[in-house]
């Protein structure tokens, strides 16, 4: 070997550790991972939003799930502008398949699972992180508020963290929200940050269905997480009023959420701690059964769905007669009515108690409005009233003035000091004789 050879081996190696020493001083906290379809109206203001994340110590990882429109183009734009960007290109094979995919090519020690048209607030990442490594949890959760699309209003809710239901202390254990282990949060990934562990551990992955592919995750993840955490602040705004959001067109794909609900339980069905989560998940299964029949748009999905779950589900996952059992007693009544009518039965009493609750809100809203007005009356009278009071007030104030005029016109009067001095003399005569005395 040359001397030559043998110092270019030497810089090589030097080369190699210095490398390695960076990469270990530039250690991913978090892995941002953002599932991607025709997203050109939001992706740019999306990017800002993370790429604007005061938790610097992070990668985003775009995975473009075969966009047609300039989504592609953007994405690599938007890669050469911040080495912590990876942008990585599939088929068209749905948000699941790509949340998969960039989850294979992280390495963030904790990861987020983030939409392409919602708003992160620029502390997001950073809270969240700090809480999960405080906690030493296997997921932490954060509320989120609605941003609506059309308006330009944030709209606050409490739908994506029940905080009713879990222990006030964090963080806090599965065996300490067992009954209500898949209720006290929603299914959607993005306001939840896990650890990798977690994931891999337990090899969790999304579905590789059109929608509703993130159920099977998180439930899944719920139900093999020990740790769970939260913090209080709301730092993400979902979107609404839009039409290009990844869960629209549930009557295209009616069978989604029975996929996603079906690879769940045979997953978790014989798994140890079943039984103590059963209640939850059960209550669970119902109430998306009934959402999604709520928002197909066609009878034929509505059908479908309809007889899945009349015939098979309820069946199969022997679900109990006990009405303890039920969260939720409409949910509980409709489930009863199931047993006894057709798909078309059922959505003509649903429609019609519908009606029924539009017929109550609205004699609501009358009462209210009818309630309004007379507290308007009542109010307008008593504004009268007070106007009335102030112009006394200040009649009596103009009266005080003229009268301490008065009086400090007759104090000064020559009449006034005579007859101060007059009736002052007789006061020092009998204190003097009082004296001799």
Not at 132 to 161: F, H, M, Q, R, S
Not at 177 to 203: A, G, H
Not at 249 to 264: D, I, M, Q
Not at 345 to 362: D, P, S, T
């Amino acid at each position: 070997m040359t001397k030559d050879s043998l110092c270019a081996i030497i810089t090589n190696d030097k080369n190699h550790f210095k490398r390695r020493d960076n990469e270990m001083e530039k250690e991913v906290k978090v892995s941002v991972i953002v599932p991607v379809y025709n997203s050109e109206a939001f992706i740019r203001q999306t990017a800002e939003y993370i790429l604007g994340q005061s938790l610097k110590d992070i990668e985003i990882i775009f995975v473009d799930d075969g966009s047609t429109d300039k989504t592609r183009e953007i994405l690599e734009e938007i890669s050469k502008t911040d080495d912590r960007v990876k942008v990585l290109h599939q088929q068209n094979s749905f948000a699941g398949a790509a949340r998969n995919y960039g989850f294979r090519e992280s390495s963030g020690k904790y990861l987020v699972f983030w939409d392409a048209d919602d708003i992160f607030l620029p502390e997001a990442l950073e809270k969240m992180y700090d809480k999960i490594v405080e906690d030493d949890a296997d997921i932490c959760i954060c509320p989120a508020d609605y941003y609506d699309n059309e308006t330009g209003k944030v709209l606050k809710n409490n739908v994506y963290i029940k905080y009713d239901m879990i222990p006030e202390k964090t963080p806090f254990l599965k065996k300490d929200v067992e009954d209500v282990l898949f209720n006290f949060s929603t299914n959607v990934p993005w306001n939840k940050m896990y650890k990798r562990e977690l994931i891999i551990d337990n090899n969790l992955e999304f579905q590789q269905i059109q929608r509703a592919n993130d159920n099977y995750f998180v439930m899944t993840a719920f139900f093999y997480a020990n740790r769970f955490t939260y913090i209080n602040e709301s730092v993400i705004q979902y979107r609404i009023n839009l039409s290009t959001s990844l869960i629209g067109g549930n009557s295209k794909t009616p069978l989604c959420v029975y996929e996603a609900y079906k690879k769940t339980y045979d997953r978790i069905k014989d798994e140890a701690g079943f039984d103590k989560v059963r209640q939850s998940f059960l209550n669970k299964a119902m109430r998306a059964c009934f959402y999604f029949l709520s928002v197909q748009t066609k009878f034929e999905s509505y059908e479908v769905l309809y007889n899945k779950y009349k015939d098979e589900v309820f069946k199969e996952w022997n679900y109990p007669e006990d009405k303890e059992f039920y969260y939720n007693e409409k949910d509980y009544n409709r489930y009863q009515r199931m047993k006894e009518s057709t798909a078309i039965e059922f959505m003509v009493c649903e429609y019609q108690g519908a009606i029924n609750e539009v017929r109550k809100l609205k004699n609501s809203r009358y009462q209210l409005r009818l309630k309004n007005d007379r507290l308007k009356d009542k109010n307008d009278r008593l504004r009268e009233k007070n106007e009335k009071l102030k112009v006394a007030k200040e009649n009596l104030k103009a009266q005080v003035s003229r009268l301490k005029a008065r009086i400090a016109e007759i104090e000064n009067s020559t009449s006034f000091k005579i007859g101060k001095a007059i009736t002052y003399l007789p006061g020092l005569i009998k204190k003097a004789i009082k004296g001799k005395k």
